[in-house]
């Protein structure tokens, strides 16, 4: 009777592919696992990537520090290879201001033109040579109201009072105050009421104003 199992052409057959399939088998799990380190060391350097902004923002922060004119606002970073500027330079910048700060923080270009007043003086300009206008309009208009209207203790007014005393005008634009019937008693003290804010901009720079959007 004949026996498959005993047949030698069939077991060398079976033992070669078991063989062969073993190989593979060790070969697809070798390169499974290169594949997973590999995409281990992608996502490492993705992260590394989307981290390095981030990590050069903090490292910077400590370059900055307060301004003597405003040294409560617009903190300022000393910039030793810039050319020194004029002490007779005459300073006129316009800032437009239309996104509102958050709530319980204040408008970053109201520090803005804090840092400007402290950058300059630290130049050697005396703040009587430097006029500033923030030309405020649309949702930022929440920044320039009294507590009451705020509808809590506003954060801006301590820095608005503070600009003000070193020359800064806050006009805010009178389309605004239609549509959104702000009188001039839901204001901060100091704030003007214009035509527009449009029109305030034109006549701005028909002055001389530089304006930074």
Known sequence: MFNATSNPTTNAT???????TTKATTKLATS?????????VR???????????ALAAVAGEKDFHA??????FG????????????????LKLAIDIVEGG?????????QTAASFLNLQ???????????????????AHRDLLVNKAYGAANPNAEILAALQEHGVKVFYCGQSAVYRDVTKNDLLPGVEIT???????????????ALRP
Do not use: C
């Open 14 to 20: 079976t033992k070669a592919t078991t063989k062969a």
């Open 32 to 40: 499974n696992t290169k594949l997973k380190q590999l995409s281990g």
């Open 43 to 53: 996502s490492l350097a993705t992260l590394v990537l989307a981290l390095l902004p």
């Open 67 to 72: 301004g003597e004119l405003i040294p409560q």
């Open 75 to 90: 903190r300022i970073a000393d910039v030793p290879d810039a050319k020194p500027l004029q002490t007779d330079t005459r």
């Open 102 to 110: 958050k709530e319980g923080v204040i408008n970053s270009k109201f």
């Open 121 to 139: 003086h630290a130049n050697g300009i005396p703040a009587d040579q430097i006029d500033i206008a923030l030309v405020v309009h649309g949702p």
């Open 195 to 209: 035509h527009s804010a449009t029109t305030t901009h034109v006549l701005l720079q028909q002055q001389g104003y």
